[in-house]
């Protein structure tokens, strides 16, 4: 981890330790005044199920698959920052049932006031990154910030007719996640000295891992909806699929894999802002066990840069593809179930 041009790029943003994206509510008010888009029949996803990438159908056997993220430093190592940021933007490709082939760079640095080395770590991070994951870049966009921001646009493939969205969950499934939580308090607790060398590094493996053997490995099982969990944190995206599936969904807390000492963390004050935000957001929508304390609340709403995907698929290969994805190397658990009942409600058991 030790980087010789490492600097505390953390402390420039106030919003460090989560990537957080503008709020649900906060952002349904931005829009709500705007006109509708236009129709298009050959737009397969788009805003209406807040789904991870917009999908446009090209012909019958070739669909574009569309997505952007950035977001200000989350660790100090330049070169992680790029991994991490770059590994966060193809996941929703992935997530999509999709093959990513194209990224653009986006960029915001304040280039008179640091090293235009960290900015150059920054990129390379995020070139080996795309390198991994088969991508070509074609280009990008920067300017001149007082903050550092970077992140990609990225473009992939898939057929019409295998396009994965957070919307298709049945009763009956299982679900499967395939990174562990806990993510935002871990790098809240680095820009505030309190996580150590191995939980940084621990964090920054896990961010910057791509969901492509993941993605891949769920091609050959009968998967109904899939998800990234980002910023929303997990019960977020368990709701939107939960609401765009009509379904109810059931999230055993015992089962959900997280970072070590995130409870330690979390009690020493190291919750973020966006994390607070997405539970708040969440009244009405779940129900917890009486006996769950605040802390394992946020814990289950933590808000996520780069976490892993959550896979909705039936009952009989749930087992199976957790096996292949176990063998593929994905750190990967059956957290929960899909049922019929209370449609858009989640039970935390």
Known sequence: MTNTNEIKLTSFSSKAGCGCKIGPADLAQVLRDLPPAVPNPDLLVGLDTSDDAGVYRLNDEMALVQTVDFFTPIVDDPYSFGQVA????ISDIYAMGGKPLTA???????????DKQILTDILRGA????????ITLVGGHSIDD???KFGLAVTG???????RTNAGAKSGDKLILTKPIGVGITTTS???????????ERVTNVMSTLNKAASETMEAFDVHACTDVTGFGLLGHASEMAKGSGTGIRIYKEQVPTLSRVRELAEAGAVPGGTKN???HLQGDVTFPEAMDQIDQWILCDAVTSGGLLISVSDNEADDLLLKLQEAGVDAAIIGDVSAENAGHINVL
């Not at 493939?157 to 396009?163: A, E, F, R, T």
């Not at 680095?190 to 060398?197: D, H, P, V």
């Open 104 to 114: 653009l760079n986006i960029v915001a640095f304040p280039i008179s006031t640091l």
């Open 190 to 200: 680095i820009k505030r000295g309190l996580a150590t060398e191995e939980e940084i």
């Open 86 to 89: 770059a590994a966060n933007a």
């Open 146 to 148: 007082k903050e550092p």
């Open 127 to 134: 070139g080996d990154k795309l390198k991994e994951a088969g």
């Open 278 to 280: 997405n539970f708040d």
């Open 157 to 163: 493939l898939v057929h019409p007719d295998k396009v």
